[in-house]
């Protein structure tokens, strides 16, 4: 058998297990357990962001209550007000600085109630997230047995197909094998094709000289798609 017979049966066994690995890549066990992991690693990124957007709230909210209890003793010293009037001080400035700490308070009490209530609905937004992930994480473990189930039942077709594979493997120079392998991890496939009309299956033209050249039973390898061509 020559090497591009060999290339050939090759490639009709891997066929056979390409289209395995296609129908088990298509299951619903295995979709449903991609489903589960890509919530999971979602939900990882946005129980991050949230922590950390809880640890600069409780850092607002902390600020803010300092600001009150500070307006509120500021406040305070104006409990006395008509002693300070009667010891000669200026009712108007005195007015004029109890308005501006009250509106300080004001605004800052708006301030950490607005913080507060941020908070308590984050508290939710994680619970509900904790929730859900502890589900998505019993639903992967679920689908991942399952999808192990289905892998089994398809492994004695695997393990017969990779055989024959490696025994055609034997008379495959190791470059082109190497070769032919690395297209198929790229996803190139089928790897080798048949010339026809003087062009590959992409529509590249290939020489009269190349054409000559696979006569002989030998592969080319296109420069556009990177298939190796070879003639029927």
Do not use: W
Request: net charge neutral.
């Amino acid at each position: 058998m020559s090497v591009l017979e060999q290339l050939l049966e090759y490639q009709k066994k891997d066929a056979e297990l390409k289209k395995i690995e296609q129908e088990l890549a298509s299951s619903e066990e295995r979709k449903k357990l991609a489903q589960a992991r890509s919530f999971m690693k979602n939900a990882e990124g946005r129980i991050a962001a949230e922590d950390a957007r809880a640890v600069q709230l409780k850092n607002l909210r902390d600020e803010l209550i300092a600001r009150v209890e500070e307006a509120g003793h500021a406040i305070a010293e104006y409990s006395d007000l008509d002693e300070m009037i009667e010891g000669g001080g200026d009712i108007a400035f005195y007015k004029k600085n109890a308005l501006q700490l009250q509106e300080r308070l004001r605004a800052a009490k708006g301030e950490l109630n607005k913080i507060l209530a941020e908070i308590e609905a984050l508290s939710a937004e994680y619970k509900k997230m904790m929730e859900q992930g502890k589900a998505a994480n019993r639903q992967a473990k679920e689908y991942a047995e399952k999808y192990k189930a289905v892998q089994n039942s398809r492994a004695a077709e695997v393990q017969a197909l990779n055989a024959e594979l490696a025994e055609l493997a034997k008379g495959i120079p190791a470059s082109t094998l190497e070769k032919y392998k690395q297209k198929r991890h790229e996803n190139v496939f089928p790897v080798l094709v048949p010339l026809k009309g003087g062009m590959c299956v992409c529509g590249m033209d290939f020489s009269l000289a190349q054409q000559k050249k696979l006569e002989s039973g030998d592969v080319i390898e296109c420069e556009h798609c990177r298939r190796f061509v070879y003639k029927a």
